[in-house]
Each structure stands twice: as structure tokens, then as C-alpha cells.
């Protein structure tokens, strides 16, 4: 690779190799600093976050992307009390080289780190110059020179990129990130919803993590019997008029308090106890449905008999096998049957 580099006169900002190299920072993070580290004292004043939005049109999104790399890579510090009024202050430090917590507490208070030219030398033999925390990085900036290969690099500096010392083992996956599975379909459906609400109001955006914190609330709502667009209506009505500061606590709070009552089971019905028939045909049982005493059949009989009696006409109670049509007919022609 050939190189031909012709520094800027004015109006530049020199970035750091270690920045520019850092591979735990994307690039948005060190464009970032590098504007902080060029602007005039005076915009230095205002948060980060409005450097962000106003020179770069950044996004809440983007700009804490980019502000957690700056923080992990030690570049960027906050400290946040509260002052006498009871309001919360926040002071943040950008440095663009990495300082640790003292170091930054220390550059706070006005006693920056002390850069190895201010330094007095002493009397003595000599020694090796006083760097930083990073190593020196050499480069070939001979104009029209290939770098050299990476062999002769890795002989020439052995200790240039020093292995990364092992991280934290990650940690497990929690259980609200697990998908959950179809054999609840109430759960899939009431986290299904909660990630819906940000389309009802802009202050009701839930994450996938945060819905699925939420969705075991919200799927008793829908196995206590209310509706779908019920709970969506229970969530989203009546929105304080100030907005909603966090999404998960008053979403939370809502399917906590609003919880409906679930419905009592409906009682079985109780089947009379059996009575003894007080006709004088036959002693038999029989269960009641009105607190009547005598069964059906009897009851029936005793009405043909009174029938009969009133009318003074034999008893025509059909038997109990089928007749005729022409049996019936002549019966009918005789008066024996009414």
C-alpha cells in the first residue's frame, strides 16, 4: 500500500493513532470525540447530547450507542448529585486520551494528569522517555514507501498489539429473553400487543426485553376473559398530560392495578333428592322438580280417570300397543273413543 499524506496548514484536528485504531470504539464514537476535541471553549459548555444533535443530527438512539463506547473505553466520565434545590446536575468529562476514576476526579478538580514534557528531569543518568498508558506505535511515514510486510512487522515490534486479557465469562441469557413458545398462546399474543402500543402513543415504547418482562401480567389480564382491544384500551386511555416518563413502570403499574377479578366458577346445579310417590298404585320413588308428590305417570292416570268421571264415559286410555287406523275408526264410530 502507498501512501502520500500532505498535512493541512489550518482548520484541522490531529487524532490520535490509539484512537483512530481503537477496536472496541465504532466509528461514530470517535467522530464524536474527535468534534468534542475541536470545538472552542466556549461550545464546551452544553451536554454532550446536544453536541451530538446539533452538529451531527445524531438520535437519543445513536448517541448513547456512542456514548457507552466512550464510557467502557475510558474516555468519556459523569458524576451526577443533586444540588440545593433539590435538582439533579450531571458533569461529564471527554478526554481524548483514557483516563481511570481517579484520574479523571483528579483532571476535575483542575490537577490534570502530568504530561511527561512539564516534568523537571533529574539529576542522574539517563533514562527512557516517560510515556502514558499506551504504547508507542511506530510508523514508516517515508513518502511513496510500502509498509512492510507483516512478518518484518510482528520481528520488528513483538509487543505492539499485546493480546487482550480475557473478559467476564458472558452471562446468561435471562429468562424474559427467551421466545416464547406456542403452547401459551396468550402470552405470545399479550407480548404481541405491548410491543404494538408505541403505534397507539409515541411514550409507550417497549423494547423486546422490557414487553417480555411485562407479558406474564398482561396474559392473565387476557386468561381472566378480557379481550385483546379491552386491555389495549385499559393501557393506553386516560395518558397523564405531561407524558409518560418510563414506559415499563407505567405499563407495570397499570397491569398491576387495574387487574381485573377473575370470574367465580358458575355453582353446579343440584339434583333434588329422591321422594317416595304417595299414590296408592304402587310404592315407587320418584325425584321431584316442583315439590310435587305425585310422579307423571300417576299423575297422568289420575287426570284420564277424572276426565272419564266428568264426562260419564268408560275409560279410553289407549294400549299400550299400536291399533289400527280402521280398529280405531270403528271405536270412534261406537263413542268408545273421544
Known sequence: MLRHVIAPVRSYTKAANDIVRHRRMDS?????????????ESACEGALSQVAEAELGWNSRKYRKAKKDLTESGFLHEWKWQDGRGRWVTQQLLS??????????????????????????????????????????????????????????AEREPS????????????????????????????????RLLLSLRHSHKDLLLGVREARGLADQAAEWLRRGVSAADLRRALTAYLPSNGVRSAVGFLRHRLTEKMPVPDAPPKPPTRPALVACE????????????????CGPCRRDAAWEEHEQSHGLPRSRPDDKPVPWRERFDRYVEGAVT
Open 28 to 40: 461514530d464514537a470517535k467522530i464524536l470525540l474527535l468534534l468534542v476535541q475541536g470545538l472552542p
Open 160 to 191: 505492539r498489539d499485546p493480546s487482550p486479557e480475557p473478559g467476564p465469562a458472558p452471562e446468561a441469557a435471562p429468562e424474559a429473553d427467551a421466545t416464547p413458545s406456542d403452547d401459551d398462546p396468550e402470552l405470545f399474543e399479550a407480548e
Open 96 to 153: 481524548n486520551v483514557t483516563l481511570t476514576r481517579d484520574e479523571a476526579s483528579s483532571a476535575r478538580k483542575g490537577n490534570p494528569p502530568e504530561s511527561p514534557s512539564g516534568q523537571t528531569p533529574t539529576v542522574g543518568s539517563s533514562g527512557g522517555r516517560k510515556t502514558g498508558s499506551h504504547l508507542p506505535v511506530d510508523e514508516d511515514c517515508e513518502k511513496n514507501t510500502p509498509h512492510p510486510p507483516p512478518e518484518a512487522r
Open 279 to 294: 299414590s296408592p298404585d304402587a310404592s315407587h320413588v320418584f325425584r321431584p322438580v316442583a315439590g310435587e308428590t305425585w
